[in-house]
């Protein structure tokens, strides 16, 4: 089984400022790590995923993420927010089944002018 | 190339009735997963069917809740006599297959209330 760990609910920055969100999993098999976007009373957007290979990912929007398999850690950062980034962004795993996401709860990230 | 559908976008019901949510997967996809997202909580895995098929619905409460999608049409979420706690959103996602790169695509979400 897995599970996905946002260790911040909330995060407001201002605009043109750096930010990291932190997501933390545990897995007991290999994992492929993802981070969506949700926009207000929209679907999910695929940012960016990992697979294999390297472990700095670039996404969409500017967003980049690192896999550190030590730390079971898959930080999402972006060197300057926009406020059109105000957003819920959510960090998902799959493992052995390499189907069934398992989601963190969520961060909400607010961007002020 | 559409993006996956969902209707109805908002579900109102009274305790005790039926709530039927649809899924139309992109065009080309195949494969269809149900995920409930409770407020202020991750979205919650559901079922993953195939068409004519439930391939896990380990995420299915047991009772009152059931999945399908048709040789023809969308998929179908089905809650029985609802309940207060059922009032959530649904989303939708498809993928072309279930292989290493399987990317799911999401739909905007059902968001439904019990009242």
């Known amino acids: 089984a897995q599970s996905v760990t946002q260790l911040d609910s909330q995060v407001p920055v201002f605009e043109e400022a750096p930010v990291e969100l932190r997501c933390n999993y545990s897995s007991s098999v290999s994992v492929y790590l993802f981070w969506y976007v949700q926009y207000p009373n929209q679907g999910l957007q695929l940012l960016l995923k990992y697979l294999s290979g390297s472990t700095l990912v670039k996404g969409i929007n500017g967003f980049e993420a690192e896999f550190n398999k030590s730390q079971t850690s898959f930080h999402l950062r972006k060197p300057s927010v926009h406020i059109s980034d105000t957003a819920e962004y959510f960090c998902a795993v799959s493992g052995g089944s390499n189907y069934k996401l398992t989601f963190g709860k969520g961060t909400l990230l607010t961007v002020n002018p | 190339n559409a993006g996956v559908m969902q209707n109805p976008r908002h579900l109102v019901r009274r305790r005790g009735q039926e709530a039927r949510l649809r899924c139309s997967p992109m065009?080309?996809?195949?494969?269809v997963y149900w995920y409930r997202q409770l407020p202020e909580e991750g979205l919650k895995f559901m079922v993953y069917?195939?068409?004519?098929?439930?391939?896990?619905e380990s995420g299915m409460p047991k009772e009152r809740f059931s999945a399908e999608f048709p040789k023809e049409g969308p998929s179908i979420l089905r809650i029985q006599q609802v309940v207060r706690g059922d009032s959530a959103a649904y989303f939708c996602?498809?993928?072309?297959?279930?292989?290493?790169?399987?990317?799911?695509?999401f739909g905007p979400g059902t968001r439904l209330t019990v009242l």
């Open positions: 065009k080309g996809h195949s494969h």
């Open positions: 069917l195939q068409k004519e098929n439930i391939i896990d």
């Open positions: 996602a498809s993928s072309r297959d279930r292989g290493r790169d399987n990317e799911q695509f």
